[in-house]
C-alpha cells in the first residue's frame, strides 16, 4: 500500500469506520532516519486507532523507528516482512527476509525492547524455495519465541523472481487453511488474515477461525466496504437512519473542511492529494463513473478547490438515505 494510505486517505477511512485499525503505508527505516520525519509520521489525531508499518533489516535502525512511532503517538508498530517488490528486495526489506528468520527475531526483539506500544509482524505464508507447512511453523515459532504475539498472516507465498507485486497478489493460491491451522498451532498468539478479502461476509466466517481479518487494496478501493464494519464486526450500536447511520454524501460533507484546510496550509497543497483516495467511494452506483471522471481531470489542477468534491457527488443521486447497501 505504499502511497496508497497516507495520512489523508486515513482520514477518509475514518470517517466510515471509527473502530478499524488503520496502518500507515510501508515506510523505510532509511527514509524516517536520513529524510522528511514530518512527510511520514504526520496524521490527525482522529486516524486513531492507528499503527505505523515499518519496512527495514537492521535491528538498530528499526528500534530507533519504533521510538519515533511511540514518540510521534503510534498505537502500533509493525515490521512489513511481505512485501515481494523489487524495489525493497534490494534494499534487504520485506518478504526476501523470511529467508532470514534468525535477523527477523532479532528485528523484532528490538522494536520490542525499544518500544511499550505493541510492536507486530506482517508475512506471507512462505517463499519460493521455503514453501512448506514445516518452515511456516519454524518461522513464526522463532519470532514468536522472543516474545512477539501479533501476527498478520497473508495467505500466500510470495515469489521474489519474476512476478510484478500486483501478479503476487493474484497467482499464489490462496491458502487460508494454513493462516486457520497457524492458529490451531499457536493459540495464545493473535493471528489476522490477510490476502483477498472483499466482503464483510468473507470476514465474519473467517473470524470463526482467526482473531482478525486486514482489508488492503478492496478498502482502498471501494472503501464504502467498511461503513457497517463498526456495527457487525466491532459490535457498536448506531443510532440514527440506515445500518451505518451516515450517507456518502454526508462523508463529502465532512471532508470539505478538512480538504479546505489542507489546500490552504500551503500553496503546494492541491484537492488531488486528498481526492485521488475518495474515487471509490460511489462505486457500482448511479453517476459512480461521473464523479470519479470529473475529479482525476480537474482535481489535480491549480486553484481546484473543496466545492469540486460537491459538485462531482451530486453526479451520483443519493441512493438511500442510506441503509450501508450498495
Known amino acids: 500500500m505504499m502511497d496508497w494510505t497516507d495520512r489523508h486517505c486515513r482520514y477518509f477511512l475514518r470517517q466510515i469506520s471509527r473502530n478499524t485499525l488503520l496502518y500507515s503505508e510501508m515506510v523505510t527505516t532509511g527514509a524516517l532516519i536520513h529524510g522528511d520525519q514530518e512527510r511520514f509520521l504526520r496524521y490527525n489525531e482522529v486516524e486513531h486507532p492507528l499503527a505505523l508499518q515499518l519496512g527495514g533489516s537492521d535491528p538498530a535502525d528499526l528500534a530507533q523507528c519504533s521510538r519515533m512511532a511511540e514518540r510521534w503517538g503510534y498505537d502500533e508498530v509493525n515490521l512489513n516482512v511481505g512485501c515481494p517488490s523489487d524495489r525493497v528486495q534490494n534494499g534487504r526489506i520485506g518478504a526476501c527476509l523470511m529467508k532470514e528468520p534468525a535477523l527477523v527475531a532479532d528485528c523484532m526483539k528490538a522494536m520490542q525492547d525499544a518500544v511499550s506500544i505493541p510492536a507486530t509482524i506482517k508475512h506471507r ?193 443519493p441512493e438511500e438515505l442510506e441503509s450501508g447497501h450498495s
Open 125 to 317: 505464508i512462505g517463499i519460493n524455495g521455503q514453501e512448506s507447512w514445516q518452515e511456516l511453523v519454524d518461522f513464526v515459532g522463532q519470532i514468536a519465541d522472543i516474545g512477539c504475539t501479533t501476527f498478520v498472516v497473508h495467505g500466500r507465498i510470495a515469489i521474489l523472481e519474476g512476478l510484478s507485486p500486483k501478479e503476487n497478489r493474484e497467482i499464489p493460491p490462496l491458502k487460508y487453511d494454513w493462516v486457520y491451522k497457524l492458529k490451531q498451532t499457536f493459540p495464545d498468539l493473535e493471528i489476522i488474515l490477510n490476502g483477498g478479502i472483499t466482503t464483510l461476509e468473507q470476514t465474519e466466517e473467517h473470524l470463526k477461525s482467526v482473531d482478525g481479518v486486514m482489508i488492503g487494496r478492496e478498502a482502498y478501493n471501494n472503501p464504502w466496504i467498511l461503513a457497517e464494519a463498526d456495527a457487525r464486526i466491532f459490535g457498536q450500536k448506531m443510532s440514527g437512519h440506515g445500518a451505518n447511520r451516515q450517507s456518502r454524501h454526508e462523508i463529502i460533507e465532512k471532508m470539505i473542511p478538512y480538504i479546505e484546510r489542507h489546500i490552504a496550509d500551503s500553496d503546494k497543497h492541491t484537492l488531488s492529494h486528498v481526492t485521488r483516495h475518495m474515487l471509490g467511494l460511489f462505486n457500482g452506483l448511479p453517476g459512480a463513473r461521473r464523479f470519479r471522471r470529473l475529479l482525476s481531470e480537474n482535481a489535480h489542477k491549480p486553484g481546484a478547490m473543496a466545492e469540486l468534491l460537491r459538485e462531482a457527488s451530486l453526479l451520483c443521486p
